[in-house]
Nanobody
Framework: QVQLVESGGGLVQPGGSLRLSCAAS????????MGWYRQAPGKQRELVAA???????NYADSVKGRFTISRDNAKNTVYLQMNSLKPENTAVYYC?????????????WGQGTQVTVSS
């Protein structure tokens, strides 16, 4: 059984910062790509940032220069540092991981963490 657990969400004022964490646990042989997605009310889930096992990163244009994705392979954890937050960044943020759980490479999702940017 594999679990991804996000933490670090909350309420922040415009211009502020938050750091999200997502820890994977359970039957994990290896983790390939990990990523962060978000879903705002009434909108589709969209990719925010992704990182490969080798450290290559990819960002949505709207967050480039403000958000940074990183990972600690020893801890099976991915992070999302979010700076200069804007009200339009308000959403539920989800992490996902493509990992080998012993049965092959499968995709797993966390339960989501709410980020609210408001004054």
């Amino acid at each position: 059984q594999v679990q991804l657990v996000e933490s670090g969400g909350g309420l922040v004022q415009p211009g502020g910062s938050l750091r999200l964490s997502c820890a994977a646990s359970g039957s994990i042989f290896s983790i390939n790509a990990m990523g962060w997605y978000r879903q705002a009310p009434g909108k589709q889930r969209e990719l925010v940032a992704a990182i490969t096992s080798g450290g290559s990163t990819n960002y949505a244009d709207s967050v480039k220069g403000r958000f940074t994705i990183s990972r600690d392979n020893a801890k099976n954890t991915v992070y999302l540092q979010m700076n200069s937050l804007k009200p339009e960044n308000t959403a539920v943020y989800y992490c996902d991981a493509d990992l080998d759980d012993g049965l092959g490479v499968n995709n797993y999702w966390g339960q989501g963490t709410q980020v609210t940017v408001s004054s």
